[in-house]
């Protein structure tokens, strides 16, 4: 168990928990088949407890409570600027938990940055990008 975090792109909020809602196995060719269109991922991170403190505080600013565990956050252009930023600055919240590990801001800092970038590209395209995680 631990902190896995994700980003993801897809047309519309919601259309990860619909793909997977709808989703059912296929025995021959050993996949999931849904008629929605399962959103591409973009980046994952395992235990990188700082970014998933920023996410959190940005969930929250947007009145959002609880533990922020499985909840879809949709990053716009401004978000990823803000995040850009911070990751550069090394000013990333401090956070903690049970299963979060430990800070990992240098070990994640390039591909931090590398997903800004790809972020930007896909908003670009007139995709949406969104960041969940589960721990």
Do not use: C
Not at 86 to 106: C, R, Y
Not at 114 to 134: D, P, Q
């Amino acid at each position: 168990m631990g902190l896995d975090m994700y980003a993801y792109v897809a047309a519309r909020a919601g259309q990860q928990k619909e793909y997977y809602d709808t989703a059912n196995w296929d025995n021959d060719s050993k996949e999931l088949i849904s008629p929605v269109t399962k959103p591409r991922e973009i980046a994952y991170w395992r235990k990188h407890p700082n970014l998933h403190g920023w996410m959190q505080q940005l969930w929250e600013s947007q009145g959002n409570s609880g533990d922020f565990n499985g909840d879809e956050l949709e990053l716009t252009y401004d978000d990823l600027e803000r995040l850009e930023l911070d990751v550069i600055a090394g000013t990333l919240p401090g956070t903690s938990g049970f299963f979060f590990g430990n800070d990992a801001d240098e070990h994640y800092r390039k591909d931090d940055l590398e997903f800004i970038k790809n972020a930007r590209a896909e908003l670009f395209m007139g995709l949406k990008v969104f960041y969940n995680s589960s721990w």
